[in-house]
């Protein structure tokens, strides 16, 4: 099931969400804001701390939110690019899943598939979180497992390993 806005207003007044404004309440969403912190593995230095970061066309990036997110053991998310940013041709293109118990910040995987360079600026609204009540609490939640990787991340967070797919 899907939480509503009066879910999300109290779980980011609990402590959910940090920060939380509660004009980022969509009714079945909360908005999430670009940090300032952007690696890119087409340029030198590849990780820049900026207010302000220019994709190019078919350039890639990780990029940070600012809110931290507290996720309850019973639900999880998913983070969707804002429509607007779609309609520019920027797309958040690969992981977007919050597990239940995931604590840090989120890292956006975006890629700018347009004609034109857009840039992002820390602080405006590019992503949403939907959130979803499990049917039925789970065995184990990301934060009580050993083997997570991205626990209490904090800024864009690259991938743990490369051993997945080695660079050819």
């Known amino acids: 099931m899907i939480k509503p806005d009066k879910w999300i207003i109290k779980f980011g007044q609990d402590g959910g969400i940090s920060p939380f404004i509660s004009e980022q309440v ?6 999430v804001r670009v940090g300032n912190h952007f690696i890119c593995p087409t340029r030198t230095p ?3 701390v900026s207010d302000h970061f220019t994709l190019y066309p078919g350039e890639v990036t990780l990029a940070t939110t600012i809110e931290t997110v507290c996720m309850p053991r019973n639900v999880c998310g998913l983070i969707l690019l804002k429509s607007s940013l779609g309609r520019l041709w920027l797309n958040h293109s690969l ?3 919050i597990d239940p ?3 840090g910040q989120l890292t956006l995987e975006f890629q700018n598939i347009g004609p034109v360079p857009r ?4 602080g405006s609204r590019v992503a949403q979180i939907v959130f979803f009540e499990l049917t039925e609490p789970p065995c184990f939640s ?3 497992r050993s083997d ?5 991340q904090t800024g864009a967070t690259r991938a743990w390993s490369d ?3 080695k660079k050819t």
């Open 119 to 122: 840039t992002l600026r820390a």
């Open 46 to 48: 590849d990780e820049v």
């Open 101 to 103: 118990g995931f604590r």
């Open 95 to 97: 992981s977007g899943w």
């Open 26 to 31: 969509n009714p079945a969403s909360y908005d």
């Open 163 to 165: 051993d997945f797919f």
């Open 148 to 152: 997570t990787h991205y626990k209490n």
């Open 142 to 144: 990301y934060d009580e």
